[in-house]
């Protein structure tokens, strides 16, 4: 070897052990500023229409709070700020007022393409426009603040609190909120992710300010708008069918905008076929979708799902990462035929 050589073999070398800890530093960045990191189960036999509790996905930033794990007979829900009529509510008080059942998806902003960070739940509880009007927030304030007993807080306008589904949950399911899914009340307004959806409610506060919340304040989405999503629940990845009929399917979400249409492809995306749309559990939930497929030919099948709102947004192909607006791309599944 030449001493070129060797030199220019040293630097590169050199260069390369010095670039390690940079890329480390750099993927530690990128995860830190998006890592939110829900927890879910893969159901094995499909999805059911309303998600089981146990079967539901669980994401918060620390856990239920330590005030909350041995009972909370002291609990007070607070709504004030820029209200004429400031409220503190024990759990008694919020169950004597109007209860109303609301069928909603839930979705974390960063559930992946062909996730599960995402259910279908009865919510059961006070309409929150019903509680702001008590309050008589409806008149300078823009801004409804929501705080959890762990430190969580988001803000979003009052204009959406005050949709006719928009809710002051405590029951899930018909029974009473679990701890881990916010006992003893949490927010579910429709069309926005999870991160909206503030759990262990202790104070809302009407504002004429934006305030940045938890996750917006690490890079994410300030609206929270729940993009078009789809995903195939059968056939599974690598799973082998036999040939004959069958019939392929999954589901189809698009927070409160409604799924006008589901279309399959077997080409890459080149050519697309409607899937048939079962009838939507609520005009907040997911939809489900199916297919009749005759498959007579053995081998090796792609197949992918798209979706599009009742605005006729289509779902966008490209395959973007949750972070920072939800995950946008078609989900593909490869499967076998015998
Ligand atoms: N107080 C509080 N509420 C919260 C969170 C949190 O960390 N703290 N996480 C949010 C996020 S990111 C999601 S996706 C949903 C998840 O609700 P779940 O655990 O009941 O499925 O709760 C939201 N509400
Ligand atoms: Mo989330």
Redesign the pocket.
Known sequence: MTRARFLRLLAGWALFFLALPLRAFGETRLRRASG?A?RFTVPENGTPPITPVRD??????SGVPDTLKHGAADWTLNIGGQVSHPLALSLSDLQQRKQVTRVIT?S??GNPVGGHALGTARWRGVLLSSLLEEAGAAGTAEWLTVH?A?G?HETLPISEALQPAALLATHMNGKILTP???WPVRLLIPGLY??K????ITRIEAADRWRAGY?HEKGWSREGRVQVFSRIDFPKTDEWLQRGEREIRGIAFAGDRGIDRVEVSWDGGRTWELAELEEALSPWSWVFWKKRVTFNRSGHYNLMVRAADQYSRVQGGNRRDPFPAGTTGYHRVGFRVY
Do not use: A, N
């Open positions: 939110m829900p539901f996905y669980v994401e918060d930033i839930l974390c902003i959890g762990d969580y881990d899914h916010g999870g991160i959806q503030v759990k262990w996750w």
